[in-house]
C-alpha cells in the first residue's frame, strides 16, 4: 500500500541473516519499513493525532487482561458475581487484572469520542476518506455492544437491571422486537443462557474489532492522514516520515494517557463504576435509579427525552447511525471547521449538547431535565441533518492556505 503522501523505502532487502531470508519470501520488513517508518505524514499534526494509537494500545490491552480475567470467570447465573469477588481477592494479581479492564473500558470509549470528534472538527470524513470513516464508526457500534456484554458478565445489580431495560426496549421494535429479544436472552428470564451468550458475544467481538482496526488502518494508509488545516499536503517538504517523528510523539501521547490511567487505575478505581453493580443481581428488587455507564448516558439521555418507547429507541439509535451519513450529509469543499465560523461554533455546540444530553441520563428526564433534553436531542440532529447539508449556502469561509508549510 503506497499512500499519495509517497511512500519511500520499499526495495529490496538486502543481507544474509534470518530476517532478511524472511523479508525475501514474506516481504515483512519492508511491508512494516513502508507503513510504519518511513510512511510520509503531514507535519503539522497535533496531538489529537495520538488517539488512533492510544486506542490501539488500550485495545491490546483489554485483550490480555480480558483473557486472563475470562480464565477465571464463571458464566453462569450462580457463580458469576462469585467469581468476580474471587478474581478481586483470591486470584493472584486478580485485582488488577479487573482494575486495568474496568478503567480501560472507560477510557477507550472515553479516547473513542475524542478520536470521534477529531474527525468531524477537521472533516476527515470527507473524500477520499469516506470508507476510513465508515469504518471507525463500525468499530464504534462494535464496541458499544462489547462493553455493554462486558458489563453484563459481573451479574451485579446494574448488570440486571441494565440488561433488562435493554431486553424490553430491543422487544418494543415492532414486528421483529419479541423475536429478537429472544434470541438476545435465550430464554424467559434472564439467566444462565443469557450470560453465557453475552459472554461469548463479548469475546467474539472483541476480537473482531482488531481485524476492523486492521482494515480501518489499511484505509488510512490508501487515503493518507487529513490534518489540522484540512488541505491535501502539495509538496515534499509538507509531510515527515512517521518515524522518529510521529513514532515519538505517539511515545510523548502514550506517557500523558499512561499517567491519567495508572491515576484512575491505582487511585480512584471506583470513581468510573456504579457502586450498585457491587451488589449481586437481585431480580425481586429493582434499584431506584437504573443508569448506564457514563459513555452510554447521552445515548440514554435522549432515550428519555423522547415520549414514546419505540421512538426513543429509534432516537438513540439514530444519534449513532445519522454519523454513518455525514460524509454525504456535508457537501461543503472545505473541510477543517477552523475555516467555517458557523460550523465550527455549532460543533462546539453539538459537545454541549452530548454533556447535556449525559446529565439528562443521570438526572431522568423529567421537569426542566425533559426540556433540556429535548431541546439537546433537537440540536443534535439539527446539527447533522439541517446546519450541515444548508450552511455552504451562507457560510462564508475563511481563505485555505495553499500549503501546509
Ligand atoms: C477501535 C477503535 C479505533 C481504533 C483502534 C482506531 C485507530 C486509528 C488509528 C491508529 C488512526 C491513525 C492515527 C490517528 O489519526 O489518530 C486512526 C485514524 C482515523 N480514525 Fe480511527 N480508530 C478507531 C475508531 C474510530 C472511530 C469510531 C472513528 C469515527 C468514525 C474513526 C475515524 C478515524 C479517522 C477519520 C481517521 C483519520 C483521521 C485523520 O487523518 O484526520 N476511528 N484511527
Redesign the pocket.
Known amino acids: 500500500m503506497n499512500g499519495p503522501q509517497g511512500v519511500q523505502g520499499t526495495g529490496q532487502q538486502s543481507g544474509t541473516g534470518v530476517i532478511a531470508w524472511i523479508d525475501r519470501r514474506l516481504h515483512v520488513v519492508r511491508w512494516f519499513r513502508a507503513e510504519y517508518v518511513d510512511y510520509r505524514m503531514p507535519r503539522n499534526?497535533n496531538g489529537?493525532?495520538?488517539?488512533?494509537?492510544i486506542?490501539?494500545v488500550v485495545?491490546v490491552l483489554m485483550l490480555a487482561t480480558g483473557i486472563f480475567l475470562a480464565m477465571n470467570y464463571t458464566p453462569a447465573a450462580t457463580g458469576a458475581f462469585a467469581s468476580i469477588e474471587v478474581i478481586e481477592r483470591q486470584v493472584p494479581a486478580g485485582w488488577l487484572l479487573r482494575a486495568l479492564h474496568m478503567t480501560g473500558a472507560s477510557l477507550?470509549m472515553g479516547a473513542?469520542y475524542v478520536?470521534?470528534y477529531?474527525?468531524l472538527y477537521?472533516g476527515?470524513?470527507k473524500a477520499p476518506?469516506e470508507i476510513?470513516?465508515?469504518?471507525?464508526?463500525v468499530?464504534?457500534v462494535?464496541?458499544m455492544v462489547t462493553a455493554f456484554a462486558g458489563y453484563v458478565l459481573p451479574w451485579g445489580q446494574m448488570s440486571y437491571w441494565g440488561a433488562d431495560v435493554v431486553g424490553k426496549a430491543v422487544g418494543a421494535i415492532p414486528g421483529l422486537g419479541p423475536a429478537l429479544e429472544h434470541v438476545m436472552e435465550g430464554s424467559d428470564a434472564l439467566g444462565d443462557v443469557f450470560i453465557h451468550r453475552f459472554f461469548v458475544l463479548h469475546f467474539v467481538m472483541a476480537f473482531a474489532?482488531v481485524g476492523?482496526?486492521g482494515l480501518?488502518?489499511a484505509a488510512?494508509h490508501i487515503?493518507?492522514?487529513?490534518?489540522p488545516l484540512g488541505v491535501e499536503p502539495a509538496k515534499p517538504s509538507d509531510t515527515v516520515p512517521f518515524h522518529p517523528y510521529y513514532s515519538s510523539k505517539d511515545m510523548v501521547g502514550l506517557v500523558l494517557f499512561g499517567i491519567v490511567f495508572a491515576a484512575l487505575a491505582f487511585l480512584w478505581p471506583d470513581l468510573l463504576s456504579e457502586p450498585a453493580n457491587y451488589r449481586p443481581a437481585n431480580p425481586l428488587h429493582t434499584p431506584t435509579d437504573i443508569e448506564p455507564e457514563w459513555y452510554f448516558l447521552p445515548f440514554y439521555g435522549i432515550l428519555q427525552s423522547v415520549p414514546s418507547k419505540f421512538l426513543g429507541l429509534v432516537a438513540s439509535a439514530g444519534a449513532v447511525l445519522v454519523?454513518f451519513a455525514v460524509p454525504w450529509l456535508d457537501p461543503s469543499p472545505v473541510r477543517s471547521v477552523r475555516f467555517r465560523p458557523v460550523c465550527r461554533i455549532a460543533l462546539w455546540g453539538l459537545v454541549v449538547a452530548f454533556v447535556l444530553l449525559g446529565l439528562v441520563g443521570r438526572h431522568h428526564a423529567a421537569g426542566a431535565w425533559m426540556i433540556a433534553g429535548r431541546c439537546a436531542t433537537l440540536y443534535y440532529f439539527g446539527y447533522f441533518l439541517v446546519l450541515l447539508p444548508f450552511a455552504p449556502r451562507f457560510e462564508k469561509t475563511r481563505p485555505l492556505p495553499s500549503s501546509l508549510s
Do not use: Q
Open positions: 499534526l489529537l493525532w495520538n488517539f488512533g494509537a486506542l490501539c485495545l477507550f473513542l478520536h470521534l477529531r474527525g477537521y476527515s470524513y476518506r476510513l470513516w465508515l469504518t471507525g464508526l468499530l464504534l462494535m464496541t474489532i476492523i482496526v480501518h488502518v488510512l487515503s493518507g492522514s487529513n490534518n454519523l
